[in-house]
């Protein structure tokens, strides 16, 4: 597609609920980022796929959270056992490589309560 | 640690009334300095990328520069389309995952 796609793109989970959330990237695109944007605040990394490779995972805030990209493209999201501080906005972000302007998607907002 | 300060939080502006907004960083190695744009429900959009001391990037209303320790958005004569949060964002120099680093915004309204 042209953009980045995100999907759902409202989530309500009562809290213990687990939940998961897609995005696709990019065709072709090879990095894949997943960050977490609370209220008024900038966007926070999260975990970052090259390909199919998960290269680094050191902004997961506990390991209730988990992220596959199996096949290199499309990309999930899973957080198990929602808590109220999971309520937030997660983005998506591809780009072919390398440094530059990755394109995010519209995101996913997520309220647990 | 490597560090993004945006300010001011908020600014309001009058139409065509032009400004400045501030990213000021701290950062062992710079690979990368980026502005996005970001409006509400939406994700941020790319505006620009910046390199070294020194260099300047336009885009219609929008240039950005960058010194060593900061860096500038200056919007000239802005429109109400301009209202949105400016997000400022380091790519430091070191690790194999291109990560930003992103400061918490500013907030720019602008009104006719």
């Known amino acids: 597609g042209a953009g980045v796609s995100q999907s759902p793109r409202y989530k309500v989970a009562k809290r213990g609920q687990d939940v998961a959330l897609r995005c696709d990237p990019i065709?072709?695109?090879?990095?894949l980022f997943w960050y977490q944007q609370a209220l008024g605040q900038g966007p926070e990394f999260l975990t970052y796929?090259?390909?199919?490779?998960?290269?680094?995972k050191s902004g997961l805030p506990s390991d209730r959270f988990f992220a596959e990209r199996p096949e290199g493209s499309v990309s999930t999201l899973k957080i198990q056992r929602t808590q109220q501080e999971d309520s937030a906005v997660y983005l998506c972000?591809?780009?072919?490589?390398?440094?530059?302007?990755?394109?995010f998607g519209s995101g996913t907002r997520l309220t647990v309560v | 640690e490597d560090q993004v300060t945006q300010s001011p939080e908020a600014l309001r502006l009058q139409e065509g009334e032009s400004s400045s907004l501030n990213c000021s960083y701290t950062?062992?190695?710079?690979?990368?300095l980026f502005w996005y744009r970001q409006d509400p429900g939406k994700g941020p959009e790319f505006l620009f990328t910046?390199?070294?001391a020194g260099e300047e990037k336009e885009k219609e209303r929008l240039k950005a520069t960058l010194t060593k320790k900061e860096s500038f958005l200056h919007i000239t004569a802005p429109k109400p389309e301009d209202s949105a949060t400016y997000l400022c964002?380091?790519?430091?120099?070191?690790?194999?995952?291109?990560?930003?680093?992103f400061g918490t915004g500013t907030l720019l309204a602008v009104q006719p």
């Open positions: 950062v062992s190695g710079l690979r990368g």
């Open positions: 065709s072709g695109h090879v990095s």
């Open positions: 796929f090259q390909n199919e490779a998960q290269l680094d």
């Open positions: 910046l390199y070294s």
């Open positions: 972000a591809s780009s072919l490589g390398g440094m530059g302007g990755y394109t």
């Open positions: 964002a380091l790519l430091p120099i070191g690790g194999a995952t291109n990560k930003l680093i």
